[in-house]
C-alpha cells in the first residue's frame, strides 16, 4: 500500500510559487553569468551575484529552517542582511560603467 499524503491547497500554491521563483532566479543567474563569461562585462557579474544573493539563502534557509529549530528573528534577519547585499550589488551593477 502507497501511503498518501493529504497536502493543503495553501501548501500546494506556495510550494508551486517557490519552485517557480526559485527556477526563475537560477535562470537569471545562469544567463547573468554567461553574459560576463562571453563579454567579460563587470556589471553583469554584480548582477547574478546580486541574484544569487537573493535566490541563494533563501533555499538555505528553507532547508535549515526544516531541520534546526532557529528563531524566527535570526530567520528574518540573514534573509534581510542578505537582501541588502543582492540589492546594493544589483545597484552597483546597474549604475556602473560597462
Known sequence: MIPTIN?????????SLFVILTVLGLAIIIIAL????RNQSRPMLFLALG???????E???????????????WTITIY???????????LYAITMEP
Open 7 to 15: 497536502l493543503s491547497f495553501e501548501a500546494i500554491v506556495q510550494s
Open 34 to 37: 554567461q553574459g560576463y563569461r
Open 51 to 57: 541574484f544569487a544573493a537573493i535566490i541563494v539563502p
Open 59 to 73: 533555499l538555505a534557509m528553507t532547508v535549515i529552517t526544516r531541520v534546526v529549530d532557529i528563531s524566527q528573528f
Open 80 to 90: 534581510q542582511v542578505t537582501n541588502v547585499f543582492a540589492f546594493l550589488s544589483i
